[in-house]
Every structure is written in structure tokens, then in C-alpha cells.
């Protein structure tokens, strides 16, 4: 079992910066691969970014390649997502999961992953 706890939302400037973090607690954190999702209002949540268990591949989405990074520290349990340049369209809530899988493209897909957080929210103003 895996609990895992996002922050880091709030509201920000388009153009400005927000680093999320996502905490988890419960048995074996460094064996998972984990992503980075979000719903905004009135849409489907969607794939923005995973790595792998090891934190060696990343994956993301094409419109965020560069403006966003994800990470993860094995030692303090916790992924980031770093968001630079934020458009108001990325305005969402923001949820972390954890996958069992090592890692491949099946980590683009909700699918894939076995544990959720409950989000967080990031709102960009124009």
C-alpha cells in the first residue's frame, strides 16, 4: 500500500514558476514508477509526466517537453514536477500516482498506475 500526498498548487502569473511535490508514505516508494496527471475543469484528466522507478527515463507529454520536469528522490520518498513558463491553459488540478510497472510507454496511461493521490490545485491567471 502506497499513500501519497501532492502540494505545492496555488495560483500563479502566466509566465511564472510552481514546483509540486508529491510525498509517499508506505512500503517500498523506490520500486515504483510514478506520474503526474491532470484534470481541468469540464475535461478528462490526462497524461503530463512519468519516470521511471529508478528515475533514468522520463516521459512527457509534447507540449509540456521543456517547459515542465519531473523527478524523483528514492531517499525522501517524494516526486516533483516542475512547471516553468505556465499558460492558463494549464490550469488543473494536478495528481500524483504510483505504477508498478519499471517503466515504457504504458506509464502514459492512467491505466497503468495502482495508487492516486488526491491533487492539487494549480490555477494560472492571465
Known amino acids: 500500500q502506497v499513500q501519497l500526498v501532492e502540494s505545492g498548487g496555488g495560483l500563479v502569473q502566466a509566465g511564472g514558476s510552481l514546483r509540486l511535490s508529491c510525498a509517499a508514505s508506505?512500503?517500498?516508494?523506490?520500486?515504483?514508477?510514478m506520474g503526474w496527471f491532470r484534470q481541468a475543469p469540464g475535461k478528462e484528466r490526462e497524461f503530463v509526466a512519468a519516470?521511471?522507478?529508478?528515475?533514468?527515463?522520463?516521459y512527457y507529454v509534447d507540449s509540456m517537453k521543456g517547459r515542465f520536469t519531473i523527478s524523483k528522490d528514492n531517499a525522501k520518498n517524494t516526486v516533483y514536477l516542475q512547471m516553468n513558463t505556465l499558460k492558463p491553459e494549464d490550469t488543473a488540478v494536478y495528481y500524483c500516482?504510483?505504477?508498478?510497472?519499471?517503466?515504457?510507454?504504458?506509464?502514459?496511461?492512467?491505466?497503468?498506475?495502482?495508487?492516486w493521490g488526491q491533487g492539487t490545485q494549480v490555477t494560472v491567471s492571465s
Open positions: 519516470i521511471s522507478w529508478d528515475g533514468r527515463v522520463t
Open positions: 508506505g512500503r517500498s516508494f523506490s520500486t515504483y514508477s
Open positions: 500516482a504510483a505504477s508498478g510497472l519499471a517503466e515504457g510507454s504504458r506509464l502514459t496511461r492512467q491505466l497503468s498506475y495502482d495508487y
